[in-house]
Nanobody, 122 residues
Framework: QVQLVESGGGLVQAGGSLGLACTATGRTFSNYAMAWFRQAPGKEREFVTSIAYNGHTKYYADSVKGRFTISRDNARSTVYLQMNNLQPEDTAVYYC???????????????WGQGTQVSVSS
């Protein structure tokens, strides 16, 4: 089992920045690809970004390309999401996710965090 705990988030004005972190416990972190998803009110959960085991391969949803950056520190068992130029449409609960399959982490990851709220005011 992998346990994921997110931190960060909060309320920011449009154009501002926020950083999220997700720390994993339970298994060897470097064996897992990591991802961030989000779910806005009344909408389905959607993929935001993912990062491979060694951090060299990253994928981003078109809606966040150029604004969001995913990174990881395997020594700290932590994955990060830096969000810049936030917009009201980025308001959502953000979830950290993990899977030992680098493709599956972008669709149906095995492990999920509890989520953290990000709210962007206009």
């Amino acid at each position: 089992q992998v346990q994921l705990v997110e931190s960060g988030g909060g309320l920011v004005q449009a154009g501002g920045s926020l950083g999220l972190a997700c720390t994993a416990t339970g298994r060897t972190f470097s064996n897992y690809a990591m991802a961030w998803f989000r779910q806005a009110p009344g909408k389905e959960r959607e993929f935001v970004t993912s990062i491979a085991y060694n951090g060299h391969t990253k994928y981003y949803a078109d809606s966040v390309k150029g604004r969001f950056t995913i990174s990881r520190d395997n020594a700290r068992s932590t994955v990060y999401l830096q969000m810049n130029n936030l917009q009201p449409e980025d308001t959502a609960v953000y979830y950290c996710a993990a899977d030992d399959n680098v493709l599956q982490v972008r669709t149906t990851p095995d492990y999920w965090g509890q989520g953290t709220q990000v709210s962007v005011s206009s």
